[in-house]
């Protein structure tokens, strides 16, 4: 959904939505618990199978897909040049939701693990075991490949999925969807195990965010601020997301300065839109003589404006002001707010005030600075001379992910399939009693 | 809280809250945050300090406690039996309190361990560190020993807890929380870690739901299954509990006889009123003539009603008859539903059926149908041949629990130190940028 169309819609959703709809919603519901019943228990080759047999009727049925598109491109005339790139689908891009597909089949299967196992001194052997979540619920925007995406690792997890994509790309996301059903069947999985909200009535959105009648048990929001703000204030099921990415890069004295350069500018630079990518660069006020410069320069030689205080203004050149509102601002573009600290503990402090706790970085060689930047930056990941742009389940070595969560229960940094699973315990007596 | 005065009060709390009593509880919201950020970076020793200091305030203030709770007594003359012992202190209670403490600082330091550390093929180091989850929201009944078990293990865990004690124990809740204050600044730890909410209002209970602001990261409810109902409907945070505890042994055709009544009769009878007792037998049909009797006249002869439907009632003597509400039914007393089902897979459908997630046993000596049935549950504990009544942190050699959990997210089962906390990723590089 775009802000817009969640500005239209707003008040919609929080009133009362029709009746037929709540029941649809709520039988689609009950369709999706069935169906996590039997994914639950389902063997990874048959999980495996699926998947695969969905990659392959992507394949097979590519110029429906890119028909269904071009109908959904021809209806979003109007709609700005990113959100149209993001909507629009090629030869290379259905192959690549395809390849996605396989390349969740070939990760290790979650549901079984076994996290730990001890024993007791009565002889009770204790484990704690993976299994799935049950049904998630995923919101997003008018993106086809989150389609795929989110129903695969889903299915991977050993859950169902109830999908709502954005009403612009509601034709690509429906033909990639039946290939999804297709795969699913196909194994000899049930078809509801992915169901897609087969209408464009955005009150659907309020009643999973419900939680259709206690059978969603986590919703994941894909999408920009707003929607992520709306779900996460309205939601009567947990959430897992991130509202925003403000991420610092801390240049500490004991920075290697050219080590720095690159960091910071591959940490702003490397793509502004992601959600890893940095807002803010804190300099040690120690090193400002040195370091400021020159961070300054690279990054507008990358095409960076940079923002920062009277102080820093004076100190180099081509720095544009700003305001209290910078240090809390998600730019997603090619500018960077900048500000001097007092050190290590200046710089946490200022995350503390103005971070998102997603993902922060220090450049330092001195072990005993980064050991306190680690251990005091309450942040999902925090990085030691490395980019915020690792911030990616991919570059975690999750595989695939399905968003970023800064919340602090269950799933916390990059949700991969592992995250999408919970556990119980397994104990094995011989008879025992309790005394 | 009793059900008498959840009831009492339920449209209280969901009308607004006068505006003073906002602002106090909002103000203690922020107190606790920042007592949270120094906890959070405590050294184990200083932690343990704490835990052995507000041990040792106990019981020097023993004699002051045991007034407080004669006068909460004495206020008390009209309620039941059951909530007057569990109000009740004495010297060896209080002394158990203290005991507690110290065996909360004897346990392993949950914050900072690494769960799990791998390296990328770029170099990166990755761990996973366990961390704090920062504000602990307790709201208990009038049972003054939480005060100190529930303040203890927030602070073990590196949280601060904000709690809120049943009315009718306030005095004796209020001189154990003075002991835990001043073991806290005993130790040099901010006293505002733990509080104790000091008003009766009972729309306070409202605005904890709320999250006082944004401070409270997660709501803990320990008591009855009103409050817990209340809280898991109301709550705006995400809540650890569970509403009851409908557990279930099965005793499969291969089971051995004498396991299996020394279980089941342990499972029900050794203490009815735990979450952990099991409510409904159920029983293979295909040895209903050989372990039905014998199972039914062991649980008569400890003292306990059976209840089961017209078939049961033709195979055994003294059976009352059930009804089908008999299924969905927490006795927490000496109760038991009993009920012939087909082999492993009628167990698994009944409990599927009506049980609550908790805790179900089988009994069998047929390791593939105990298998499917460790499998097939989905319950937080699951257990071969042995009591539902382990189902306790204790006995899980977790040391001590907060409650236990059916909820699937983040904490499942019982809820220990380590489920008080959370995890962060803590990336280490030597510069590597994102190509």
């Not at 999706?32 to 009727?57: E, H, T």
């Not at 086809?144 to 997890?157: I, Q």
């Not at 690509?172 to 194994?187: M, N, P, Q, V």
């Amino acid at each position: 959904m775009t802000t817009a169309e969640l500005a239209r819609n707003r008040n919609e959703t929080t009133t009362e939505a029709p009746e037929a709809l709540r029941r649809d919603m709520e039988a689609m519901g009950r369709r999706a618990r069935a169906a996590a019943a039997v994914l639950a228990i389902a063997p990874p080759v048959q999980k495996n199978g699926a998947l695969r047999a969905m990659a392959s009727a992507i394949r097979v049925r590519k110029a429906e897909i890119l028909k269904a598109n071009e109908a959904d491109l021809e209806d979003a005339g109007m709609l700005a040049a990113s959100f149209r790139d993001r909507l629009t689908l090629n030869n290379s891009r259905v192959e690549g939701i395809a390849a996605g597909l396989d390349e969740v089949a070939a990760l290790p299967d979650p549901v079984g693990a076994v996290m730990a196992g001890w024993d007791r001194p009565n002889g009770l052997h204790i484990e704690r075991v993976r299994t799935p979540l049950g049904v998630v619920g995923v919101i997003y925007e008018s993106r086809p490949n989150v389609t795929a995406d989110a129903g695969g690792l889903c299915v991977k997890a050993g859950n169902a999925a109830i999908l709502r994509g954005g009403t612009d790309s509601r034709r690509s996301s429906a033909a990639i969807a039946a290939c999804l059903t297709e795969g699913l069947e196909e194994a000899g999985l049930p078809g509801a195990a992915i169901q897609l909200v087969p209408t464009s009535d955005r009150a659907a959105v309020g009643l999973m965010l419900t939680g259709l009648g206690g059978t969603i048990d986590v919703i994941v929001p894909r999408g920009g601020k707003s929607l992520v703000g709306r779900v996460q204030a309205e939601a009567r099921v947990p959430v897992f997301a991130h509202l925003e990415g403000i991420n610092h890069v801390y240049v500490d004295r004991a920075a290697d300065l050219d080590m720095a350069v690159r960091i910071v500018v591959n940490a702003k630079m490397r793509r502004t839109g992601v959600c890893g990518a940095a807002e803010t660069l804190l300099v040690d006020r120690a090193v400002a003589a040195t370091h400021l410069r020159p961070l300054v320069a690279a990054l507008k030689g990358a095409g960076c404006e940079v923002r920062g205080d009277f102080e820093l203004q004076r100190l180099a050149e081509g720095i544009e002001p700003a305001t209290e509102a910078d240090w809390s601002t998600e730019y997603l573009d090619a500018i960077i707010s900048a500000k001097l600290v007092d050190g290590v503990d200046g710089a946490i402090e200022h995350i503390t005030r103005y971070g998102s706790q997603h993902t922060d970085s220090i450049v330092t060689d001195d072990a005993a600075a980064a050991e306190r930047f680690l251990n005091r930056v309450d942040s999902a990941i925090v990085l030691h001379n490395a980019s915020t742009q690792f911030a990616d389940g991919g570059e975690f070595g999750m595989g695939a992910e399905i968003g970023i969560a800064t919340g602090k229960l269950h799933a916390r940094g990059p949700i991969g399939v592992e995250q999408l699973t919970t556990f119980k315990y397994r104990v094995r007596g011989n008879g025992q009693i309790r005394p």
